[in-house]
């Protein structure tokens, strides 16, 4: 068994701690007011119809109805929430709702519970195992990366793309059953499993099923993989690539950047990651191995607080580890990760951008790659959000 870590954080996988947003919140308790029941759209779920309250989602709407629909984040992010509207319905769910699934998956009527607030009635059910594969995966390995960021390994064979995520599913002997997303941090080779990166929360249910409980062996149930935000035959076609993000999004990235070089990829690679302090970064000896070997990728580490001097002496080897990498000699401390990408001399017109962590930061850089010359169409995001 491991101690449980550090300090708590958030992010949509990576971290486990359930915060429902405000938005979902005021959604599922109706805002505080009470909610008119006869008028508006419907859903009809295994033969009942539950009138939807006004904004009300089809996820809230059935759970509020006493129905057990798989969920978790009720953002968008994990996908836990898939249903599948029948034939007749399809035509009126929203762009919106299906935003996050791929073509095969919106042409089978599939879309997000938690996203879908319907103008009209819509009959559902929840997908069958075959259009939901859940794959069984024995943990095979389990070690800190640094102080809140644990390691797991999964023995199984998942083929996926890099850069997509898992929801995993563990059995608690203290919470039940417990289901978190989380990106998949190698690239994809046969018989190499899968390894995930876990922020690890005081109060967290996954962090304490990790920290507490797990041992070698034990089986976990996988289901996807899923999301759009992974490495394509035509993003190695540009001449460039910007990674760039916070906390655990160096999971999805460092999958991404092994597939890309081990498809020799010799373009201009910039890993930015941008961090509040020093000792938030790790895999710091991985990733400077793969820089001495790839003279085309440089490392970027950007550190947001302003370090006291308890801070520096807490976080001092991390600093020094980062300054003795020999391609890690862009160390800044108290650094806005947007103006060091406005003077960076890198041009986003004809490169493939990758943002992956907290959903603040996706969305600024976004636009700030936009406003650097990026095309919309060749960024791809991940926002980590709390689940
Ligand atoms: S609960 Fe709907 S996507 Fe996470």
Redesign the pocket.
């Known amino acids: 068994m491991l101690p449980l870590l550090g300090a708590s954080n958030l992010h949509r996988e990576h971290s486990d701690l359930f915060k429902a947003t405000t938005s979902s919140i005021k959604q599922l308790l109706g805002n505080g007011k009470s909610q008119p029941t006869d008028a508006g759209p419907a859903v009809v779920y295994k033969n009942q119809r539950i009138e939807l309250r006004p904004n009300e989602s089809v996820?809230n709407g059935l759970l509020r109805s006493g129905h057990a629909i798989p969920?978790?984040?009720?953002?968008?992010?994990?996908?836990?929430?898939i249903m599948q509207a029948d034939e007749n319905s399809q035509s009126a769910l929203s762009a919106h709702s299906q935003a996050a699934l791929t073509p095969a998956q919106r042409q089978q009527g599939l879309f997000?519970?938690?996203?879908t607030v319907p103008e009209q009635t819509l009959h559902v059910s929840l997908p069958d195992s075959q259009t939901r594969p859940v794959t069984h995966a024995t943990s095979s390995d389990i070690r800190p990366l640094a102080q809140r960021v644990m390691q797991l390994s999964l023995a199984c064979e998942l083929r996926y793309e890099a850069g997509q995520f898992v929801n995993v599913i563990v059995d608690s002997t203290r919470f039940g059953r417990v289901q978190r997303s989380y990106s998949l941090a190698n690239a994809y080779q046969t018989g190499a499993g899968l390894r995930l990166h876990i922020k690890c929360l005081d109060d967290g249910q996954f962090s304490h099923w990790l920290t507490q409980e797990a041992q070698i062996g034990d089986e976990v149930t996988i289901e996807g993989p899923h999301g759009l935000c992974y490495l394509t035959s035509d993003d190695c076609d540009n001449p460039s690539m910007l990674l760039a993000g916070t906390g655990t999004g160096l999971a999805p990235l460092l999958a991404i950047l092994e597939t890309a070089l081990a498809q020799e990829y010799n373009g201009d690679i910039h890993l930015i990651l941008a961090n509040k302090t020093a000792g938030d970064f790790y895999a710091l000896e991985l990733l400077q191995s793969i820089a001495a070997q790839h003279q085309n990728l440089k490392l970027h580490f950007l550190v947001k607080k302003n370090l006291e001097q308890e801070d520096l002496v807490q976080d001092e080897f991390v600093i020094d580890d980062v300054k003795n990498s020999s391609k890690a000699n862009n160390l800044l401390v108290n650094a806005d990760v947007y103006q060091y990408l406005k003077q960076l001399p890198l041009d986003l017109s004809r490169a493939s951008v990758f943002l992956c962590g907290a959903e603040s930061f996706v969305q600024k850089m976004r636009k700030a790659c936009f406003l650097k010359g990026a095309s919309l169409k060749k960024i791809k995001t991940d926002a980590f959000v709390a689940?």
């Open positions: 996820l969920h978790s984040c009720q953002a968008g992010a994990c996908q836990s929430c997000l519970a938690c996203c689940s």
